[in-house]
Nanobody, 129 residues
Framework: QVQLVESGGGLVQAGGSLRLSCVFS?????????MGWFRQAPRQEREFVAA????????AYADSVKGRFTISRDNAKNTVYLQMNNLKPEDTAVHYC?????????????????????WGQGTQVTVSS
């Protein structure tokens, strides 16, 4: 019903930048979904990274990425982005895109993985020291 395809991961040196993209496809409009990024490092739990509201006006970030990462979306292109600057080795993880179907508010930014209905396959980000 809904497919999410991430791209943009790779290997980068500490201090470098990457831009992740996630393309949404489905029968329901992309604009009815709050979107988020999560990540999971080996032997660790999946953790919240960032979220953006349906209309793009509201964002939320994990403390560990505030000031370094920026989430945004383009509803005309059915795409959500994660700009990652000043990357650190501890950012190394598989990064996942997620979609939360939420019609009650255009300003909702879910931070819990349990709130999300659909997940992408993930893209690997590796930061070398």
């Amino acid at each position: 019903q809904v497919q999410l395809v991430e791209s943009g991961g790779g290997l980068v040196q500490a201090g470098g930048s990457l831009r992740l993209s996630c393309v949404f496809s489905g029968r329901t409009p992309f604009s009815l979904y709050a979107m988020g990024w999560f990540r999971q490092a080996p032997r660790q739990e999946r953790e919240f990274v960032a979220a953006v509201s349906r209309d793009g006006s509201q964002t939320a970030y994990a403390d560990s990425v505030k000031g370094r990462f920026t989430i945004s979306r383009d509803n005309a292109k059915n795409t959500v982005y994660l700009q990652m600057n000043n990357l650190k080795p501890e950012d190394t993880a598989v990064h996942y895109c997620a979609a939360d179907f939420y019609v009650a508010s255009a300003y909702y930014t879910p931070t819990s993985s349990g709130a999300y209905d659909y997940w992408g396959q993930g893209t690997q980000v590796t930061v070398s020291s």
